[in-house]
């Protein structure tokens, strides 16, 4: 294995593994009622400050909300693979709308298993853990990032690129954790499940771009192309 390759793998181990070992740790705590819970709670009551602008926050993981920006991702990035002349120009957004779809399939069962119950600022029930809104605006945002990236052609687009899926991500985690929506764990565990799930849309998507590259260059491909951008 070239060193490259190695330090890839060993980027993406650090980047998934740590991140799995974290969320085990916080789901455990959660079924056993550890210790952190105690420590989570009080931190709750220190930042709970239920207003408007925390609400509106906290709707920026909405699906309506979230997930239309990953679609306008999506065919942005199709838009432009097509058009730099790829053969396989579908493979990056079926991959992200894919992850998309299959997110609820991972935090609804986790919901219900853990079925912890809510912060004294909404009604009683369970299901909280781990956070909903926090998982669907780290992977509708977190993906876009990863499409619209490759098309990036100055430092400042890049930038932007990272810096704004990642400063809407911490806004609904704030909203959610300062309206009372959500415990602090509840943000911390979806934070730990988005790092897995995007390091691992973030590996397809590099060994399609590999591939693309290491293969016959398209007549169409020009200035537009990822490669060359």
């Known amino acids: 294995m070239s060193t490259p390759a190695r330090r890839l793998a060993l980027a993406a ?8 070992l974290l969320f085990a740790l916080l789901t ?5 009622h550890g210790p952190l819970l105690t420590l989570d709670a ?15 926050l906290s709707d920026l993981g909405d699906i309506p909300v979230a997930v239309p920006v990953l679609v306008l991702a ?8 097509r ?35 809510g912060t004294p600022a909404v009604p009683p ?4 853990f781990p956070s909903g809104h926090t998982a669907t605006a780290a992977v509708a945002y977190g993906a876009s990032a990863l499409l619209l990236l490759p098309w990036c052609r100055t430092r400042a687009a890049r930038l932007t690129a990272v810096g704004v899926p990642a400063a809407l991500v911490l806004a609904v985690s704030y909203g959610l954790v300062r309206r009372g929506f959500h415990w602090p764990l509840d943000v911390l565990a979806s934070w730990c499940l988005g790092a897995v799930l995007l390091t691992c849309l973030s590996l397809v998507l590099s060994r399609s771009r590999s591939r693309r590259s290491a293969g016959t260059p398209s007549p169409r491909t020009g200035p537009s192309s990822p490669t060359r951008s």
């Open 13 to 20: 181990a650090l980047l998934t593994g740590l991140p799995a």
């Open 28 to 32: 455990w705590q959660v079924l056993a």
């Open 42 to 56: 009080r931190l709750s009551r220190d930042l709970v400050h239920p207003d408007r602008f925390s609400e509106r």
């Open 74 to 81: 999506l065919g942005y990035a199709a838009w432009r693979g």
């Open 83 to 117: 058009g730099a002349g790829m053969p396989r120009w579908w493979l990056a957004p079926a991959a992200a709308a894919l992850l998309m779809a299959v997110l609820p399939a991972i935090v609804v069962p986790l919901k219900l298993w853990t079925a912890r119950p």
């Open 125 to 128: 029930a369970t299901g909280y």
